[in-house]
């Protein structure tokens, strides 16, 4: 996932875009583009994906580095580590 643009609309929403890469098994990756609110305050997160048609809903931790989503209508959770994050635990 890559945010490609953050626009705050007010003290308590931005609008964010960017595209985002996902793979089904060993098939090429599709990448596609998403748009989405923040709520600046709780950081909870919304984006709705384009192709598939897909709804996430989740939170950016306090630190910023983490964002977890979940699959609107489904229960599993997706983790979207920050890569320097990441490094410092591999």
Known sequence: ?????????????????????????????????FVGIVNLETREISLHQTHPDHTYEGQISENGRVMVLRRVAQSQLIYLVHEETLAHFV
Do not use: D, F, N, R
């Not at 890559?2 to 090429?28: K, Y």
């Open 1 to 33: 996932m890559v945010v490609e643009s953050i626009v705050q609309q007010s003290q308590e929403h931005a609008e964010l875009s960017g595209l985002v890469e996902s793979a089904v098994g060993s098939s090429l990756p599709v990448v596609s583009e």
